[in-house]
């Protein structure tokens, strides 16, 4: 079955970088589009960037992060640098598959000094 597995946050300074992992399994990257996703406790979800067969990002990370599918390892990733304290999330993988939505169970992000 389709499965998504984020690692890969945790504690950053203002200014900072981390990169996200997301494992995929049940399926091939490569067919499919692929999303990162966030949330703040007690605000809407927000897309970050989604990969197809070309990349887009949501204006308030544009020049900072970068969304990469590796193919081989059948893995996502989000490349996040220059992190504010307005990144702090969840960050959640994402993928639509036979018409379902898929997400996985989010890897916290926090930036602060």
């Known amino acids: 079955q389709v499965q998504l597995v984020e690692s890969g946050g945790g504690l950053v300074k203002p200014g900072g970088s981390l990169r996200l992992s997301c494992a995929a399994s049940g399926f091939k990257t490569v067919e499919y589009n692929l999303r990162w996703d966030r949330q703040v406790p007690g605000k809407a979800r927000e897309g970050v960037a989604t990969t197809d067969s070309d990349s887009s990002y949501a204006d308030f990370v544009k020049g900072r992060f970068i969304i990469f599918r590796d193919e081989r390892k059948n893995m996502m990733y989000l490349y996040m640098n220059n992190l504010t304290p307005d990144d702090t999330a969840v960050y959640y993988c994402?993928?639509?598959?036979?018409?379902?939505?898929?997400w996985g169970q989010g890897t916290r992000v926090t930036v602060s000094s």
């Open positions: 994402g993928t639509t598959y036979n018409h379902e939505d898929f």
